[in-house]
């Protein structure tokens, strides 16, 4: 299995495609959906999904792919003022979780936040994925905010 994380655009018309296609697919379960973003229903609606988290200019979003098919996705939002860059919809294919992607996309994420020297990274989690949690304490994140609503907010210093 060769795995390459790739730059994605929600902006270039080829790569809407593939993401509508993508994301629709693997959000066909509500649970997966509310899991990531709380703030959509089901069932799942592209547009609306670029309307709540993909209009800024300050992103990058980047896929996982095993030869041509994408397996993963990791968007990163950088803020200058605070000197913070925030990760968001880590997301895998459930087919090929459980094998160090997701902390391989972090790790990539953080390493551009560096280079943009962003003073920490943030991560909001929706309080009952337990295993996201768990994965962002694991590899230095640490609560910050906790709300028992849609989010809990983490945070890795990486300045």
Do not use: C
């Not at 509310?34 to 592209?46: A, K, Q, T």
């Amino acid at each position: 299995m060769s795995i390459k994380i790739k730059n994605i655009s929600y902006k270039k018309t080829k790569d809407i495609r593939i993401l509508e296609t993508v994301l629709a697919n693997w959000f066909n379960n509500p649970k997966e959906l509310n899991l990531i973003e709380p703030r959509m229903s089901y069932p799942f609606n592209f547009k609306k999904w670029v309307e709540l988290s993909y209009k800024e200019s300050n992103i990058e979003s980047f896929s996982w792919k095993n030869d041509m098919w994408i397996i993963g996705l990791g968007n990163i939002r950088f803020n200058e003022n605070t000197q913070k860059a925030h990760a968001f919809h880590i997301f895998t294919d459930p087919k090929y979780r459980n094998q160090g992607l997701a902390t391989k996309m972090l790790e990539h994420l953080e390493s551009l936040a560096k280079n943009k020297n962003m003073e920490a990274l943030t991560i909001n989690v929706v309080p009952k994925n337990n295993s996201a949690k768990a994965l962002y304490e694991k590899i230095g994140f640490k609560n910050i905010k906790s709300s028992k609503k849609k989010w809990e907010k983490m945070e890795k210093i990486i300045a």
